[in-house]
């Protein structure tokens, strides 16, 4: 029999959540939905006519993709009052492929990429399956999920990047200013990297410090910023994402060479979805507002419900397309999960998925329609008291 590579997670059986989830079919109240195109949200049906652009007829590749895109991407960057040179952009079919590009040219197998907690879980998958290992710093919840440094000097010798997600899945924390200071020197003096995911910033919700800023701008060290269509104008299935180098001229150029050489070697960039780029993100400025205010509209019915129940709090959320629920600690996450969707047919998220290292915490989704999501708001706390 053929081994498979220890990459590959030996057990690969669903976990209790999955399987129920399977068993009870439809979820009359899915609120972990995070695919933004069957939440009936309003997308203008030409959305995607500017994939029939002719020139996409012609197959010039290019490691960074076609120039048209990156141009594209750059302009993106001054809303955020960054100048850009287009060069410095590597187009990408989605973050997580760019995670894996950056992951090959930072780190030989066995070392080290520092990663946030809590945060999305993908990142662990995301490591294994490059060969290099993920390790946990922690972000404190007490001082709103500030970096723990402390937790980051615990790395040791094989670090070679640190991740940070601006604003965080599921916490919708911002990366404080200071912090971004801090962590710029640090990853400068111990010739680290620093990736930082910026998918969700389009999305304020409560704001905060770092609100409106990107790392983009960063020239001190060595820097890599990841944004996508599939946030930026909810359209996951257009698959087309981007790095941008930031640091110092000689790093950047160099980085860029070691990018250009294992891009090349797959050119997976579709040249119609680049050449639609611009028209792409200008039109999709309406799918992005409309996200916002789905968003916005269901945070306010979700704390305006908690109000009535003392015990529940809505924790602050800056940005981003979730909110973080904690409850009191009499259940354990997973078998309240359960009976949540099992009993009362609402899907939520436990917080030990995502990290949550204390306490009972549920993330929620707050993409569904705003009578699915209000309904199972209520289901949810009327289960919970």
Known sequence: MVRLSRRIPADLRPNRLACARAALGTIPFDLTESNPTVCDLPYPADLLDALSDARGLIYRPHPRGPFEGREAVAAEYQRWGVELDP???????STSEAY???FRLLADPGDNVLVPRPSYPLFDHLTRLEGVRSLAYDLRPEDGWRVDFSSIEEGGDRVRAVV??????????????EDTQQLIQTCRDRGWALI????????PLDGGPGEGTSFAASEECLCFTLGGLSKSIGLPQAKLAWIVAGGPEEAVAGALEGLDY???????VSTPIALAA????NQGTAVREAISERCRTNLAVLRAAAQAHPSTEVLP?????????RLPAVEDEEALCLRLLEEHGVAVHPGLFFGFSSGVHLVLSLLPLEEIFAEG?????????
């Open 164 to 177: 940070v997600v601006h604003p965080n899945n599921p916490t919708g924390s911002f990366v404080h200013p």
């Open 196 to 203: 930082a995911d910026e998918v969700f910033l389009p999305y």
């Open 87 to 93: 060069e410095r952009v590597v187009l990408t079919t």
């Open 100 to 102: 894996g590009l950056l």
């Open 377 to 385: 708001v209520q289901r949810l706390l009327a289960a919970t008291r």
């Open 278 to 281: 611009s028209r792409l993100l």
């Open 262 to 268: 294992a891009a090349d070697a797959y050119l997976t």
């Open 317 to 325: 959320c800056g940005g981003g397309w979730s909110a973080v629920v």
